[in-house]
């Protein structure tokens, strides 16, 4: 039997938790999950109680007993972590967004820092840079990066790429959104900690799924992966207009982040996608990406899904009950997922992982995708700073 794949988490909130499930399920590559480490002692010691497993107090002593570390903490920490990962030797798993800007370098964070008034050609630069620093790492290390992005790995966005690939499809026009309520993290809304609103946290996951697939198409023609080009894109903060009327039902406690995002993507080949993301959609997560192809047209539903339609007539019966991701309400008519983590792709992500670090492949989310999507985001800015106006993506 092989050696078991020693798994360490960085982060002890919304993610791990959602990690930490989602490796029990791997299957053929044998898992120990060592432990945790988070920013508290009394996260990481609720977590390893929880979890049965041991609270590590730094993350060189997590490091010292992984093979892996999972990068489960806010964004601003990502290279940082990533990069002395990988410097002792350990592959890496980064949570999106994989990287960023954060603020002028020096202390840790800047208090005085506000994202959406600084400038955006400096960010774009910056965050590329940040991009380089983990990748140039993993070269030196000769260790993996496994790039978090459960789209890629989400059953409906890989039966596609089966779709696209083996019917020698081209894809011509993508469009897709990630929305809903808003977040619940409270390092979410302050972009000295998340790198940005709308486009940043949300837009990463239908852009990165529609950048795997134009690479699919490309490599599987020809084996040169389609890339994207341009962007145009705009953004806003609705929910703190002077005019907004605040109903109690959408988070509004953003400080500096955009909370409507839309971007227009053109590739290389001069296909074009376009993807939205906002904060302000009630009714639960509103995830999909739909397939305008030359051969074939594909409705990707992340979330939700009709495998079951349940009606409630009143609130309290279902209060045991999970229904979706920040559905709100679970009185009248829902469609409950029947596994939510399976249509999401996150143990379909972790059996990459595993996959890939064990048998010395590139996972099919991994470094060069992560690179792509923080260049289309942070151009995404530039072309917002402008009022939509298209940006060269420097990649
Ligand atoms: N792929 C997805 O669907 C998805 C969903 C949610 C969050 N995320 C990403 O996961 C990451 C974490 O988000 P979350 O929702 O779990 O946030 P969270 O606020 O629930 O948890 C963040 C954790 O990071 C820890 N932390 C903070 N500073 C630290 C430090 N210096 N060292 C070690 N740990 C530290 C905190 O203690 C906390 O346990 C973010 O990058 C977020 O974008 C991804």
């Not at 029990?24 to 898992?31: A, G, M, Q, S, T």
């Amino acid at each position: 039997m092989a050696k078991p794949l020693r798994v360490g988490i960085v982060g002890a909130g919304f993610a791990a938790r959602f990690h930490w499930k989602g490796y029990r399920k791997v299957y053929d590559v044998p898992i120990e999950l060592v432990g945790v480490t988070s920013k508290t002692a009394e996260t990481r010691e609720a977590f390893a109680r929880e979890f049965g497993c041991q609270a590590f107090s730094s993350f060189e002593e997590l490091c010292d007993h992984s093979d892996v570390v999972d990068i489960c903490a806010p964004g601003f920490l990502h290279e940082r972590l990533a990069v002395a990962g990988l410097e002792r030797g350990k592959h890496v798993i980064v949570e999106k967004p994989f990287t960023g800007y954060y603020g002028p370098p020096g202390r840790e964070v800047e208090e005085n820092f506000r994202g959406n008034a600084f400038p955006k050609d400096k960010m774009l630069t910056e965050a590329i840079a940040s991009c380089d620093r983990v990748l140039q790492a993993a070269g030196n290390s000769g260790q993996r990066i496994g790039y978090a992005e459960n789209w890629v790995y989400a059953p409906a966005i890989q039966k596609e790429r089966e779709i696209l690939t083996k019917s020698g499809g081209q894809i011509l026009w993508l469009i897709g959104d990630e929305s809903h309520s808003g977040s619940h993290s409270p390092y979410y809304g302050i972009w000295k900690f998340s790198g940005g609103g709308a486009l940043v946290g949300k837009g990463c996951h239908p852009l990165t799924a529609a950048l795997y697939l134009k690479r699919a198409e490309g490599q599987s023609r020809d084996g040169k992966p389609i890339r994207p080009a341009t962007v145009s894109a705009r953004t806003h903060e609705i929910t703190r207009l002077s005019d907004f009327r605040d109903a109690g039902f959408l988070r509004t406690s953003y400080d500096d982040i955009e909370d409507y995002g839309q971007m227009h993507v053109t590739f290389s080949d001069g296909t074009v996608a376009d993807i939205f993301a906002t904060e302000l959609a009630l009714g639960g997560v509103h995830n999909w990406l739909e397939v305008f192809a030359n051969n074939h047209r594909t409705r990707c539903n992340l979330n939700p899904i009709n495998a079951l339609q349940t009606y409630n007539p009143r609130e309290e019966l279902f209060k045991d009950v999970y229904v979706t991701e920040k559905i709100g309400t679970k009185q009248g008519w829902s469609q409950p997922a029947p596994d939510e983590d399976w249509q999401h792709g996150y143990p379909q992500e972790f059996q990459d992982f595993a996959e890939s670090f064990q048998g010395n492949r590139e996972p099919l989310s991994g470094g060069e995708l992560a690179r792509d999507t923080i260049g289309v985001l942070y151009s995404a800015y530039v072309s917002a700073e402008r009022k939509g106006l298209e940006v060269e993506i420097p990649l």
